[in-house]
């Protein structure tokens, strides 16, 4: 292939990566739009750290970053997360999970943690 072919390639490829799946947003969801907001980071740590005492040996795993999320006001807020976090039991690089964490006034509930399926809710 001829370079600035591959580069185009390249380019179309970059920016389709960014475009997030198919994920559209409707109320009463709202995008989150601030990823490093500690307060997301939190819930997210607090989500794996959750799922984390389900596994045993060496499939735990490690949270990278939030990806994409979303959150709505349902007696509480209601937080999907898309996390990048590592699988500690393979080689592979880091992969993308959902995470739902249903916030409360007095409490957190741990909802699910699933291999990211580029749908939302
Ligand atoms: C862990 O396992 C218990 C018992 O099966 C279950 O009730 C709980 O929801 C699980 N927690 C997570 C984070 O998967
Ligand atoms: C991590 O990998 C192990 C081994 O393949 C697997 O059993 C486990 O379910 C994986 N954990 C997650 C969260 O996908």
Redesign the pocket.
């Given at each position: 292939m001829r370079p600035h072919c591959f580069l185009a390639l390249l380019t179309l490829l970059t920016l389709l990566a960014a475009v997030p799946a198919t994920r559209k947003v409707s109320a009463p969801w709202k995008e989150i739009k601030d990823l490093k907001d500690p307060y997301v980071i939190g819930i997210a740590e607090w989500g794996v750290s959750e799922?984390n005492k389900n596994?045993t040996g060496t499939?735990?795993?490690v949270f990278q970053s939030v990806t994409w999320g979303v959150s709505a006001f349902i007696s509480g807020t209601f937080y999907e997360l898309v996390i990048a976090?590592k699988?500690?039991?393979?080689t592979i690089p880091l992969?993308e999970?959902k995470l739902g964490v249903w916030d409360q006034f007095l409490t957190r509930r741990f909802m699910y943690?699933i291999?990211d399926d580029g749908k939302f809710v």
């Open positions: 799922y596994v499939n735990k795993l976090a699988n500690q039991s393979l992969e999970y943690l291999k």
